[in-house]
């Protein structure tokens, strides 16, 4: 069983710069892909960003790459999403999810999700 807490969410101007907290629990994250997907009101959720906790290969969806980028801090079990440069199509409610050998950007391997942690951005 995983367990996905977000946090850091909230409302910047565009051109700014927040950076969201996921805070995981699992017997071994071993073999595990954890990701960030985010969700708009009246659009379907989408692939942010997501990487590998053993390795750290990380990949991105074509529009955050050079903007935004994750990162995992192993002793904390917690994985980051820095986001600059933010723009106001970047408003959304931003998920973290776990999926064991998850392909990057398919939300179907992801097995298990957090609550989600609003973002927006003024113009």
């Given amino acids: 069983q995983v367990q996905l807490v977000e946090s850091g969410g909230g409302l910047v101007q565009a051109g700014g710069s927040l950076r969201l907290s996921c805070a995981a629990s699992a017997r071994t994250f071993s073999g595990y892909t954890l990701g960030w997907f985010r969700q708009a009101p009246g659009k379907e959720r989408e692939f942010v960003a ?47 999810a776990a999926g064991y050998l998850a392909t990057w950007g398919n939300n179907y391997d992801y097995a ?12």
């Fill in 50 to 96: 997501a990487i590998r906790w053993s390795g750290g290969m990380t990949f991105y969806a074509g529009s955050v790459k050079g903007r935004f980028t994750i990162s995992r801090d192993n002793g904390k079990n917690t994985v980051y999403l820095q986001m600059n440069s933010l723009k106001p199509e970047d408003t959304a409610v931003y998920y973290c």
């Fill in 112 to 123: 298990y999700w957090g609550q989600g942690t609003q973002v927006t951005v003024s113009s």
